[in-house]
C-alpha cells in the first residue's frame, strides 16, 4: 500500500439532482485525485456522521477524492426521523446512488476517475443493490453494513468487495457471512478484533480507514 500523502485538499459544496429533486454534499478533492469514494450513510445518518468524515479524511491522505452526501432529501430526513420509512428503501437508496455516479461522470473534477462506494450499516446493502446495477463501479467496501438487505443482487455484483465488520457485532458478523456465500464476485470479510457495530473503540475506526484505503488502491488504483 503507497503511503498516505498529506496534500491540501480543496472541498465544494455541490446539490446533485435526482428527478425533480436535489442531493445535497460535500466533494473533496486532493491533488492529483487516484479515484472517487462515494460514501452511502446508514440508518438515520447523514454526510455529517462523523465516522465515515473520518475515514474520507484518511482516503483522502492516500488521494483519493470522496464525496460525502445526503441520499435523502432535507424533507425525507424530517420525515424519515419519525417514521423510519426511507432508510431501510434499499431500491431507493441504490437509484439514489445511481443517480450520483451518472452526475459524477459530467462533473469537470470527477469525469476520468475511477469510482469506488463505501457503504455503512444500510448503506452497505444500497452499495451493493447499485453496483449490481452497473458495471462503472470499481470496488466496494462495507462498515458495519448490511449486504443481506442487497438480497438477490448479491449474485449480481462484479465489484471487488469487502465486507469489514466488528468482532464483538456478532449478529452483524454472521449476517455478512451469510451474504458472502452467496456473492460470487472477488469478496472478502476483514473482522476488527474488539470493535463493535459503530467502531467506537480506539484505534478502530484508524483500522477501518487503512483496510478501505488498501481495498481502494488495489481495485481501483492498480486496476
Known amino acids: ?69 445526503d441520499l435523502l432529501t432535507r424533507r425525507e430526513e424530517q420525515l424519515d426521523e419519525f417514521s423510519g420509512e426511507y432508510r431501510f428503501d434499499i431500491p431507493l437508496l441504490a437509484q439514489r446512488l445511481g443517480s450520483i455516479v451518472d452526475w459524477l461522470r459530467t462533473d469537470a473534477d470527477t469525469t476520468t476517475l475511477p469510482i469506488g462506494l463505501f457503504g455503512a450499516s444500510t448503506g452497505g446493502g444500497a452499495a451493493l443493490v447499485a453496483a449490481a446495477d452497473r458495471r462503472d463501479i470499481g470496488a466496494v467496501v462495507s462498515r458495519g453494513g448490511r449486504p443481506d438487505l442487497a438480497g438477490a443482487a448479491l449474485a449480481a455484483v462484479t465489484a471487488p468487495t469487502l465486507l469489514i465488520v466488528g468482532a464483538l457485532d456478532t449478529a452483524v458478523v454472521a449476517m455478512n457471512r ?4 452467496r456473492m460470487r464476485t472477488h469478496v472478502e470479510i476483514a473482522v476488527v478484533p474488539g470493535a463493535t457495530h459503530l467502531f467506537e473503540e480506539p484505534g478502530t475506526l484508524d483500522r477501518v480507514a487503512a ?12 486496476r
Open 178 to 181: 451469510e451474504a458472502m456465500a
Open 211 to 222: 483496510l478501505a484505503a488498501a481495498w481502494f488502491e488495489r481495485y481501483l488504483v492498480e
Open 1 to 69: 500500500m503507497a503511503n498516505a500523502i498529506p496534500d491540501v485538499v480543496i472541498t465544494r459544496s455541490v446539490r446533485v439532482p435526482v428527478g425533480a429533486q436535489t442531493l445535497d454534499g460535500d466533494l473533496a478533492r486532493p491533488h492529483e485525485p487516484r479515484g472517487i469514494v462515494v460514501f452511502a450513510h446508514g440508518s438515520g445518518s447523514s454526510r455529517h456522521s462523523p465516522r465515515n468524515q473520518h475515514v474520507a479524511g484518511i482516503l483522502q491522505q492516500h488521494r483519493f477524492a470522496t464525496l460525502l452526501i
